[in-house]
């Protein structure tokens, strides 16, 4: 008799998690070795092209010597912690500040973003080497992510596994946003490099099983796109291909605090994916306050997570936490789409409300009522193509960093002020 299938999804958040305090560290550890060069070879075209034997050699070593700065001891990644005021007295001293030790709170992450920001975009210049710097600084930030992960597939057997995109960077312009302000990569293009990393460590192991990154986001429900889309759209933007004929322009979405809606979507649609097998949902998380939330509503709530899903979450800021597994009772949900849109409106999401907390703000037994009669908040009834999103396209992306002032623009719901009562 032929087992059944079996499917590990890791959704994945950005900031705090895969960008975390061991690869914010090493990315300013480069800075303050390498400023001079970085910023002499990386801002010009022509000394990029004169010596670019010169220019590979040296970040070669760069290379070489941020693998000498990490150890994975026991499953743990381990950095020389006691040298992190220095480093970042020398990079503030780079950028002039007079007397680093004075800046202090948010005057002192803003310069710090400055900074990476701006060492992001020099690197960026060197192309194919400059990414794969930036990939060895992610990779050896992560690797307990990747190892765990890679391990654990390959024990349990699964025969599918897909990365998703668990971070609140579910539209271009929040993406933006918080690489900005954080001095990161781009999340949505860095989830290839990580796609492609995952598949690197299986091939390792002579397996079956193949990586596959699904780009669903939140945008696609609220811009009535179908699933992939909106980070189709960003890619194309990046690889400079984005024709007149495309779905639109960029889309927005209530920013869940919680992500409460976040996890519903994702759950509900890969879920219809994989109606005839048994999925592990795996999300990553740093933020205490978010999967401690997430973990005490879902507990309560067991019918809103799919039958054929086990949710586990993982507390992880570069090392992993004790897990926490849901196994779900409840039916798959085919109108998910309507249903997150159902809890915007529960939520307050409205003109000049732009940010929601769905574990507070919304009452959950009135959620549930609007599900189980179908009643849909919003002033049209939503569908989107049932086909997964799965990123199939191989790209060469170099993971840009903007150098605009975005902040994400004005919402404009179209959602019935109608509420919906239980019984």
């Known amino acids: 008799m032929q087992r059944n299938q079996k499917a590990f999804i890791a959704l994945t958040d950005a900031d705090g998690c895969i960008f975390n305090i061991v690869y914010d560290f090493l990315f300013l550890r480069v800075i303050a070795s390498h400023h001079n060069f970085l910023s002499e ?27 000498s700065f990490v150890q994975y001891k026991k499953g743990r990644v381990v950095v020389d912690e006691s040298i992190e005021n220095e480093v ?13 030790e004075e800046l202090e709170g948010e005057e002192l992450e803003d310069a710090l973003a400055k900074a990476k920001n701006s060492h992001l975009k020099y690197i960026l210049n060197f192309q194919e080497m400059g990414k794969k710097l930036l990939d060895a ?11 765990k992960i890679v391990t654990r597939v390959e024990a349990e057997q699964f025969d599918h596994f897909l990365l998703m995109c668990g971070s609140n960077r579910q539209s271009k312009s929040i993406d933006v ?14 989830l290839i490099s990580m796609c492609n990393k995952f598949n690197e460590l299986l091939r390792v192991n002579s397996k079956n099983v193949k990586c596959v990154l699904d780009m669903f986001l939140l945008a696609d429900i609220y811009g009535k796109k179908d699933p992939g889309i909106s980070f189709r759209l960003v890619l194309n933007e990046l690889a400079g291909s984005l024709r007149d004929d495309h779905q639109g322009g960029h889309d927005e979405y209530p920013f ?3 992500k409460f809606s976040m996890l519903y979507a994702m759950m509900h649609y890969v879920a219809g994916q994989f ?31 799919p039958n054929n899903v086990v949710l586990e979450f993982w507390p992880y800021d570069g090392n992993m936490g004790k897990k926490v597994v849901l196994e779900g009772i409840g039916e798959i949900d085919d109108s998910y789409v309507n249903n997150v ?30 599900k189980s009669k179908q009643i849909f908040l919003r002033e ?16 060469t992306l170099f993971n840009a960093v903007s150098t605009e002032n975005h902040s994400p623009p004005d919402l404009e719901p179209t959602f019935s002020r109608e509420r919906c009562a239980p019984q």
Request: net charge negative.
């Open 256 to 258: 869940d605090q919680k």
């Open 275 to 305: 109606k005839n097998t048994t999925f592990t949902l795996a999300f990553f998380e740093d933020k205490e306050e978010i999967y401690s939330s997430l973990v005490k509503v879902f507990g309560k709530h067991l019918d809103l997570i």
């Open 341 to 370: 849109l159902n809890i915007a409106v529960l939520s307050g999401f409205g003109p000049g409300n732009h940010s929601i907390d769905a574990t507070i703000d919304m009452n959950i037994e009135q959620f549930k009522e609007c």
């Open 380 to 395: 049209e009834n939503v569908t989107l193509s049932p086909n997964s999103s799965l990123y199939t396209t191989a790209l």
């Open 137 to 147: 600084i992610l990779f050896l930030a992560n690797q307990s992510y990747f190892k």
């Open 177 to 190: 946003l918080n690489s900005r302000r954080n001095g990161t990569l781009l999340f949505l293009p860095t």
């Open 41 to 67: 070879y990386g801002n010009s075209p022509e000394l990029l092209d004169k010596h670019k034997e010169f220019i590979q050699a040296k970040l070669q070593q760069i290379i070489a010597e941020v693998e």
């Open 88 to 100: 970042i007295d020398k990079v503030l001293s780079d950028l002039g500040y007079a007397d680093p």
